[in-house]
């Protein structure tokens, strides 16, 4: 391996396709979201290992600033890892209190205009994906009924 970040990608690699096949022997509904995540975290932790292996480095192809920079402080980094962590808390926020596809839609939407690289209709368009898939995965392949938000306990 040729960097720290290739032992890691490695690593993240092998965890993901261990929990997929540990998942592989649980109840159907039980093993499908690790069974998914485990799956594209997979895939996508080997196109970078190639990546890396190979020596390329992509070129203006970021969507997002990952926050983590290494000519960076330690307090600039912790920073950019604080505010990732404020988007999580946010979006856990939301879902308690609209409901999980309003929120997705608005979490994606407000990330993506906030890297001010995706213009508003794109940022629309992939929320929209998102959410369309979200649903397919709980309401009609698990077929899972979602527990009200706490809006619509209080307005009705």
Partial sequence: MKS??????????????????????????????????????????????LRELRGKEAKGTQIMDSGFHKDATDRENMLGALQYFGWLVGLYISIWILGIYPSIGLFVVLYLLASRQVSLVKSVAVAAVIIGVVYVIINQIAQEQLPDPLLYEILF
Wanted: charged residues 5%; positive net charge; proline residues 2%.
């Fill in 4 to 49: 720290r970040q290739s032992i890691f990608t490695a690593i993240l690699m092998a965890v993901s396709l261990a929990a997929v096949i540990t998942a592989l022997n649980w109840d159907f509904k039980t093993a499908l979201v690790p069974v998914i995540c485990g799956g594209v975290v997979f895939t996508l932790c080997f196109f970078q290992l």
